[in-house]
């Protein structure tokens, strides 16, 4: 019953370096979203995506691109790392929107930027 | 831009007794979630409250919503030490997205 798996759960990057976080559900979900998550400000949405092929920004999407290439996996890409991205990454993903329906998160991807 | 803000930001209790934490939000909203999360961990749903309700119970959890003052409560009963972690609140405001406030960091010592 693994919900939302997100891979790497570590990572440490050198400023200019690019990656790419995975993140997989395996409950049909439509809805996933990539958050960031920084001391004392709770979860900022970076994108999300409402269904195969789709993808929309949320609140901070600078310096980061997504694909959802298949229903049950959403990537998320840093194209040129830089100190700034140093943050714990949570994917999610719900049935339908966020109206009436509660999200399903991940354990998070740790990543630091040198 | 933060929609909830939860208050207080930390809160320190004995086990057994009750914990309470606010939340404030600015716009209209279609409901409002509390989420927990343990530390090194992703968050879980623990209840929403639609904008027609004002009070829901799951278990020793109860949420009430106020949307006039656009404000939440949750009410931890009978608090244990596994109930350590941070909560958050979400709005849901007819979007397909939800907003976080900074959470709440509940220590409850046995």
């Known amino acids: 019953n693994a919900g939302v798996t997100q891979t790497p759960k570590f990572r440490v990057l050198k400023t200019g370096q690019s990656m790419t976080l995975l993140c997989a559900q395996d409950m049909n979900h439509e809805y996933m979203y990539w958050y960031r998550q920084d001391p004392g400000m709770g979860l900022r949405l970076i994108h999300y995506?409402?269904?195969?092929?789709?993808?929309a920004k949320g609140e901070v999407p600078d310096g980061y691109n997504v694909s959802r290439l298949k229903k049950q996996n959403f990537l998320l890409g840093l194209e040129s790392a830089a100190p700034s991205q140093t943050s714990v990454y949570f994917c999610a993903s719900s049935p339908t929107g966020s109206r009436n329906q509660p999200q399903h998160f991940g354990d998070g991807t740790r990543l630091s930027i040198l | 831009s933060q929609q909830g803000e939860e208050d207080p930001q930390a809160l320190s209790i004995q086990e057994g007794e009750n914990a309470t934490m606010n939340c404030s939000y600015k716009t209209s909203i279609n409901n409002l979630q509390w989420y927990r999360q343990n530390s090194g961990r992703g968050l879980v749903h623990l209840i929403l409250i639609r904008s027609n309700e004002r009070e829901k119970h799951s278990g020793r959890l109860r949420v009430t919503l106020d949307t006039s003052k656009k404000s939440s409560s949750l009410l931890i009963t009978a608090s244990r030490a596994a109930d350590t972690a941070s909560y958050f609140c979400?709005?849901?405001?007819?979007?397909?997205?939800?907003?976080f406030g900074g959470g709440t960091r509940l220590m409850v010592k046995p």
């Open positions: 979400a709005t849901d405001n007819a979007g397909n997205m939800l907003t």
């Open positions: 995506s409402v269904g195969e092929g789709t993808t």
